[in-house]
């Protein structure tokens, strides 16, 4: 694992996107200068091919942020129609005394 790589797990483990944001724009803004900025005698060839596969490589982290967050999201979703689905089934059910009300109502008639 070369470096990039070890700060983007970092990041993610601590789950701080916004850092990762950070460190792509700054990849970006490397790239677009290597592009528009000429020095003699200098290919910016691999150092663009480097920066190119460092910016896929913090975005690919980032989908991973965007993946969890849908995931999670449809989990609270499920969680919140289950409870709602549970506490309709609670609200339709009769209030039908069990048996031993019945008993209840019957032996104090009796008495």
């Known amino acids: 694992m070369n470096a990039i790589e070890q700060i983007i797990a970092g990041y993610v483990s601590l789950k701080d996107r916004r850092a990762l944001e950070e460190i792509r724009d700054h990849r970006k803004r490397l790239f677009d200068d290597l592009q528009t900025k000429s020095v003699p005698?200098?290919?910016p060839l691999v150092l663009s091919d480097i920066l190119r596969e460092e910016i896929?490589?913090?975005e690919?982290?980032?989908a991973r942020f965007d993946d969890d967050r849908a995931v999670s999201a449809s989990d609270s979703l499920e969680q919140i129609e289950t409870k709602a689905t549970v506490g309709d089934d609670e609200r339709s059910q009769p209030n039908?005394?069990?048996p031993e009300d019945d008993q209840t109502f019957i032996s104090s008639?009796?008495?």
């Open 41 to 43: 005698g200098f290919q």
């Open 109 to 111: 008639e009796h008495q």
């Open 60 to 62: 690919a982290a980032l």
């Open 56 to 58: 896929d490589l913090i």
């Open 96 to 98: 039908d005394p069990g």
